[in-house]
């Protein structure tokens, strides 16, 4: 199968407040995971543009929900990361309410993108994480990000690692790297496969 492109791309707003509603009534896929894990590097790389979400090197840097309206069909969020410790509680208790208000009150929310740093493994703050997405119901691929800090052993390893503690197959798991592109591909033709099941 030819890999799907992505033909357009547009930022179409944001979300601070989980009282909030998407700019669109469209359907979602949400790309979740750690504060600096690489999210919105990567949604960059899946529509093929270098800096349309804005990334960072120190943690942080996503703040509210971003929206991104793909193809005229859907959107593409970028949510802040969870985990910040440096973060002042206040603020991190107002994300973890703004990216549990969205992802468990959205009803064209059809999957949600999982990453997970390869070098770091799951956290147990993506365990919570992945145990409230669970408990959701909500579709999710699981990611590992950053492949390009591994090398081939190191890498194996992550994955293997990754899937006994998710109790998943390999084929659920995908290596990406923003950086080197890796991956990106065959998460975009998992993230079409998501819409066109729909
Ligand atoms: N080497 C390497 N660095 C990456 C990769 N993806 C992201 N980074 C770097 O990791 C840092 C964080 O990337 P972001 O995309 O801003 O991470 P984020 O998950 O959106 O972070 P928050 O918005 O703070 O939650 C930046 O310095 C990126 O350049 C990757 O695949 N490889
Ligand atoms: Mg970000």
Do not use: C, H
């Not at 547009?10 to 896929?29: K, M, N």
């Amino acid at each position: 199968m030819a890999s799907p492109q992505v033909r357009s791309v547009e930022f179409v707003g944001a979300i601070g407040l989980s009282t909030q509603a998407p700019p669109r009534d469209l359907p979602q896929v949400a790309i979740a995971g750690r504060s600096n894990v690489g999210k919105s590097s990567l949604l960059n790389r899946l529509v093929g543009r270098k800096s349309i979400a804005r990334t960072s090197k120190s943690p942080g840097r996503t703040r509210e929900i971003n929206f991104f309206l793909v193809d005229d069909r859907f959107l593409l969020v970028d949510l802040p990361g969870y985990g910040f410790a440096k973060a002042p509680k206040e603020v991190r208790e107002k994300w973890g309410r703004l990216i549990e208000g969205y992802l468990g009150d959205s009803p064209r929310l059809l999957g949600i993108v999982m990453l997970i740093d390869a070098r770091r493994g799951v956290t147990p703050d993506d365990r919570q994480m992945i145990d409230y997405l669970e408990r959701l119901g909500t579709p999710t691929l699981f990611a590992l990000t950053k492949t390009d800090k591994l090398n081939r052993s190191g890498r194996i390893k992550a994955k293997a690692a990754l899937q006994e503690s998710l109790g998943v197959d390999d084929e659920q798991v995908i290596e990406t790297s923003a950086q080197s592109g890796e991956g990106v591909a065959s998460l975009r033709e998992s993230v079409y496969a998501l819409l066109d099941a729909s």
